[in-house]
């Protein structure tokens, strides 16, 4: 069992699961903490949010001058990770280049353990550039040696959300219409976030190692999530399906006038993409009760202060 006062070091502690976890480890008594985070303006609203902690900006890609901060560090949280965008290079960078460095850092600095953030995806039908380079972080972190325990969390949704249900949620609020690229019946397994910050603390708390597949444990069609979405925001904009192409033209249209768009022709096809991934009973292994999916719908939009801070792209 960790003591309170040893140190957790966060790699891409400013992004949705990063945020989280540094609220769920104070709350469970941690002071150590530390953020490191290429994005200006999210390690901001970290610092402002939690300005006992201490909150670095740097690119681990190319940059140098963080590397001492894994010196004395307890657990490593390797959570930093490209999901979206369009060029795959940028893929290449920050999920490979990025964890190559973290990690020899990690062994210079005889890092005892460390917390591997991976994806569902590895385990996914869907060929992409996130799905192509999880698949390679996974395996240069399990090659360092180090003590580890790899998680695999599906679609995760929560404060702090800018992508996904964050950002749909968000459109939804402030459009009449909401289109559903076709039938909307596509098999989603969405994760809570602060249920998976709970599994982080858990394994840490525990040493815990292994690999496991964190899977919501409730099933939905994508059409009845954005439903159940717009019953928790309260929303009023009409949910209207439209054929499959024409969405993809939408979103290459949008993807002319932005060079970081929040959801992608390429994230389209692997949300239509048929995968069923495992339900493993991880509220029992890890000893973390699931939140229903309704009720954490309502805590991620109705919090006073998090669910009001959408996290820039």
């Not at 290079?89 to 460095?101: D, M």
């Not at 968000?170 to 809570?192: A, D, N, T």
Request: a neutral charge; proline letters at 5%; one cysteine or more.
């Amino acid at each position: 069992m960790r003591k309170k006062g040893e140190k957790i070091v966060i790699t891409g502690g400013a992004g949705l699961v990063g945020q989280n976890l540094v609220a769920e480890l104070k709350l469970r008594g941690y002071s150590r903490i530390v953020s490191i985070d290429k994005a200006v303006a999210n390690s901001a609203i970290l610092r402002e949010q939690h300005p006992d902690i201490e909150v670095i900006v740097a690119d681990l890609a190319c940059e140098d001058g963080w590397q001492h901060l894994l010196a004395d560090c307890d657990a490593l949280v390797h959570g930093h990770a490209q999901i979206g965008g369009l060029v795959p290079q940028e893929f290449v960078k920050n999920n490979i280049l990025a964890s190559e460095r973290v990690m020899a850092a990690a062994k210079h600095y005889d890092v005892p353990y460390v917390v591997n953030i991976s994806s569902s995806v590895v385990n996914s039908l869907a060929v992409d550039d996130y799905t192509e380079t999880k698949k390679a972080q996974e395996k240069l972190v399990a090659q360092t040696g180090i003590t580890q325990i790899v998680l695999r969390p599906t679609l995760m949704f929560g404060w702090f959300d800018r992508k996904h249900v964050g950002w749909l949620a968000r459109f939804m609020e402030k459009m009449p219409v909401f289109p559903i690229p076709g039938s909307g019946k596509y098999l989603r397994q969405p994760l809570y976030v602060g249920d998976f910050c709970k599994v982080i603390v858990s394994a840490i708390e525990n040493n815990m190692t292994g690999a496991y597949n964190i899977t919501g444990q409730e099933r939905i069609d994508y059409i009845d999530l954005i439903r159940a979405m717009k019953c928790a925001t309260g929303a009023g904009a009409v949910i209207v399906k439209i054929p499959y192409g024409l969405f993809a033209i939408l979103l290459r249209t949008y993807a002319l006038f932005s060079n970081n768009p929040p959801f992608t022709e390429k994230q389209m096809k692997a949300l239509s993409t048929p995968d069923v991934f495992e339900i493993i009973d991880w509220p029992e292994i890890f000893g973390v009760r699931a939140t229903p999916l309704d009720a954490a719908l309502k805590e991620t939009f109705g919090h006073p202060v998090y669910s009001k801070i959408a996290l820039k792209f």
